[in-house]
């Protein structure tokens, strides 16, 4: 059960982002099922909030009571050692994990106040309000075009060719992937560098307009130059898009992130304003990792 | 001694020179204190001086044999007078053929002349001395190809490259033989076609549109030249081919899919092993099956329509055909639908695509080639099909494309021209090579052709 003490809404009513009292443990570094989440985990604006959740892969309990929100057009990072299920905690958000045999998700998580689990959400629409990009480029094996037209020809987005021709441009504009490919957009898009390519899947994620784009560790098979470019494009979305991203980077939650959420063996141990997070942690565990102790 | 007593020993004396080299390099690890100071583990310098023993002494067994019977006939023949030497090489054939069945036994030696019994006798003997010879030096060259391989065991001598380079060879010979085997089939199919060309022509087999290989025995006789119009064979073979195909192809790629995509593990574990039970029933069982179960009931069905159906039709025999290979699509199928890495599938369903866009938009466009390759085989298989066709869909050459009529098929007639006592240089048994040489052309045309469609239109993922 969650033990946050949380202030009172009014007396916080200047500010954006409500604040928990940080309650010490005696040992800071023993995490217990009576284990609490510090910092500020919950925001005014929230456009997705996710109460109390709990995955479970079978009998093997993956995620513990998380409860955490998501504030319109914030990117938010998702740290932590390997393991700790930061990417099953992801595949909660849109129901990715239903596709994984024995995968059990209990709790409550909504998006603009609508129930995601409820039996008479459309899972199909869900995704695609909620996109996601992989940790692996996974460009369909069509060409660019086709690629980027995948969604709005599946989800009916484009009246005539013209539109969706302008769909496909501007998609590609978006993730900065246009210069380099309007000359063969024909081409398959296997064909394209491993960049290009994550440019090309986030591309085709945006081409359908989600409000919500989570990542999970979309630069970890990309070089450093590649990395840069997806990182400012991340920025660049940000201004349209709600952004959940899951990183091994601490230095790219850092750049490209406003809050921080750091997991620990499933469990949430702290959400911050991502400056705060790197540089006067709460939680000890936050500060080992982020130091290097332990990842 | 005969030749695979030699073998045996051989092998034998193998198997004690790998002791034996394994045995030396182990003396000269110990004296360098451990098996870490050799180049190669024990066992290949085992291996080397056992392929030194076997190989050399093996090459030269083989040869021994193919060369031994024919220089002993011909030494024998050599020493007989020259008054009983036939001139032409028939007889002369025949009267080695005699000696040899003299000399085993299968011809009684009474009442054959001197001459023959003194030949058979040296014969014998040269055999005999051919025998005992083959297995001393054999065994010698074993002896010193052991010998030589263990002299070579020392610490730092490679014998994991060599062993290695060996085994690469052994490897090469074997893809070799398959392709020499291929070649030799072709080449024999094709000599005998060219013979059966000479009486036929090319284009009045290949165009003529009337196939009765009825050739009389005596001239005179009426219908004596027969006609050999191959057209409605091959018109016949497509057509239970397509009859079949189209049975085939939906439901095989269908079942594929709900077992790789929609079934779970239960249905999977219980519904793969029925299917692959369908592939090994005999094409015979499958022959009346449709001979006797559904060549009546579609004409019974047929004539309740008001449609004449012949009680043997391609369409009979297609539908079984088409069921036989319903497993070999399947199998096909689900095994490269499976192969499809899950990436595709979550990419697309993160895009908010249903599992069956999934599947059509993505999934079988990326597994196509490999679904095509297994729709090709399936095809060549339906082509090459015998047994069903000679049950259920008769042996008239209709030139039709109507599948409710009884047609023949090439392998069919194949069949019906070789079996039975034929004379091998009549134009209608020949025709049967004609026929083979073809049907062979036609499906590597058609595997090439589907390779190039493949290569146009494949998905490539990775």
């Known amino acids: ?235 660049e979305l940000s201004q349209n898009f709600t952004i959940a991203i899951v990183t091994h980077s601490m230095q790219q939650a850092a750049r490209v992130s406003q809050r921080t959420a750091y997991f620990h063996l499933g469990k949430l141990i702290e959400v911050n304003p991502t400056e705060q997070v790197f540089t006067m942690p709460e939680h000890a565990l936050t500060e080992s990792y982020i130091t290097g102790r332990f990842g | 001694m005969q030749a695979n007593d030699v073998f045996f020993l051989l092998m034998g004396l193998s198997a004690l020179a790998f002791y034996m080299g394994r045995g030396r390099s182990l003396e000269i690890a110990g004296e360098l204190r451990g098996i870490r100071n050799l180049h190669s583990l024990p066992n290949y310098y085992g291996y080397y001086t056992a392929l030194w023993c076997g190989l050399p002494a093996l090459l030269l067994l083989c040869l021994w044999i193919i060369v031994d019977d024919p220089v002993i006939i011909a ?97 090469f010979a074997c893809a070799c033989l398959a392709i020499f085997t291929t070649l ?64 085939a192809v939906p439901v095989g790629l269908m079942s594929a899919i709900y077992l790789a995509e929609y079934a779970n593990r239960s249905v999977r574990a219980y519904a793969k092993p029925a299917l692959e039970i369908l592939a090994g029933i005999p094409t015979v069982v499958y022959g009346f099956f449709a001979a006797l179960t559904v060549a009546p009931y579609l004409r019974d069905l047929g004539e309740s329509f008001g449609l004449s159906v012949s009680s043997e039709s391609a369409l009979a025999a297609g539908a079984v055909m088409g069921v036989m290979i319903i497993p070999f699509i399947s199998s096909l199928a689900d095994d490269v639908i499976t192969a499809v890495p899950q990436a595709m599938r979550d990419g697309s369903l993160a895009m908010g695509a249903t599992h069956s866009e999934t599947v059509r938009r993505v999934v079988i466009p990326a597994a196509l080639p490999g679904i095509v390759a297994g729709i090709m085989l399936a095809v060549s298989r339906a082509i090459g099909e015998t ?37 091998f240089d009549s134009p209608k048994t020949l025709a049967a090579f004609a026929l083979g040489l073809m049907l062979f052309i036609v499906t590597l045309i058609l595997n090439i052709v589907a390779l190039q469609v493949v290569k146009r239109f494949r998905e490539q993922y990775e």
């Open chain 2, 184 to 247: 030799g089939i072709v080449l024999s199919v094709l000599f005998e076609s060219l013979q059966f060309f000479k009486s036929v022509p090319v284009d009045d087999f290949v165009l003529g549109l009337e196939w009765s290989p009825q050739t009389a025995i005596r001239a005179d006789q009426v219908g004596s030249s027969g006609s050999f119009g191959a057209v409605p064979l091959f018109v016949g073979t497509l057509l239970v081919s397509v009859v079949a195909m189209c049975i």
């Open chain 1, 1 to 235: 059960m969650q033990k946050t003490a949380t202030l009172d809404a009014d007396d916080m009513a200047d500010s954006s982002i409500k604040s928990s009292v940080k309650v010490t443990n005696a040992n800071p570094l023993d995490i217990t099922d009576e284990h609490v989440t510090v910092g500020s985990y919950e925001v005014n604006n929230a456009k997705m909030s996710i109460k109390n959740v709990n995955v479970y892969y079978g009998d093997k309990q993956a995620i513990f009571d998380v409860s955490v929100d998501i504030g319109k057009n914030e990117v938010i990072a998702m740290i932590g050692p390997s393991g700790c299920g930061k990417s099953t905690f992801l595949r909660a958000l849109n129901r990715m994990n239903d596709t994984v045999d024995g995968c059990r998700v209990e709790g409550d998580i909504r998006m603009d106040g609508q129930d995601l689990y409820s039996p008479k959400l459309d899972v199909v629409e869900l995704r695609a309000r909620v996109g996601m990009v992989f940790q692996k480029p996974n460009p369909f094996p069509k060409s660019i075009y086709d690629n980027v037209a995948y969604g709005p020809k599946i989800h009916g987005l484009a009246d005539t060719r013209v539109d969706l021709d302008e769909m496909v441009e501007r998609s590609l504009r978006r993730a900065s992937l246009w210069d380099e490919v309007k000359d063969r957009l024909y081409q398959a898009g296997t064909g394209l560098s491993g960049g290009q390519q994550q440019r090309l899947c986030i591309a085709r994620a945006i081409a359908v307009s989600p409000e919500v784009i989570l990542m999970d560790e979309p630069c970890s098979a990309l070089d450093p130059i590649a990395t840069a470019r997806i990182e400012e494009l991340i920025e």
């Open chain 2, 387 to 423: 047994m069903i066709v000679v049950m259920a869909s008769g042996m008239a050459a209709n030139l039709t494309f109507n599948p409710l009529d009884s047609v023949t098929t090439v392998t069919v007639q194949i069949v019906t021209l070789l079996t039975g006592d034929q004379e």
């Open chain 2, 75 to 171: 030494v024998v023949m050599d020493s007989l007078p020259g008054e009983v030497l036939p001139s032409n090489s028939v007889e002369h054939t025949l009267l080695a053929n005699k000696i040899n069945n003299l000399a085993v036994g299968v011809l009684p030696s009474a009442g054959q002349s001197e001459v023959l019994i003194s030949a058979a006798q040296q014969l014998r003997d040269l055999t005999q001395l051919s025998r005992w010879g083959m297995a001393a030096t054999v065994l010698c060259l074993a002896l010193i190809g052991l010998a030589w391989g263990r002299s070579f065991v020392a610490a730092k001598f490679r014998a994991r490259q060599r062993v290695e380079k060996v085994v690469q060879y052994a490897l």
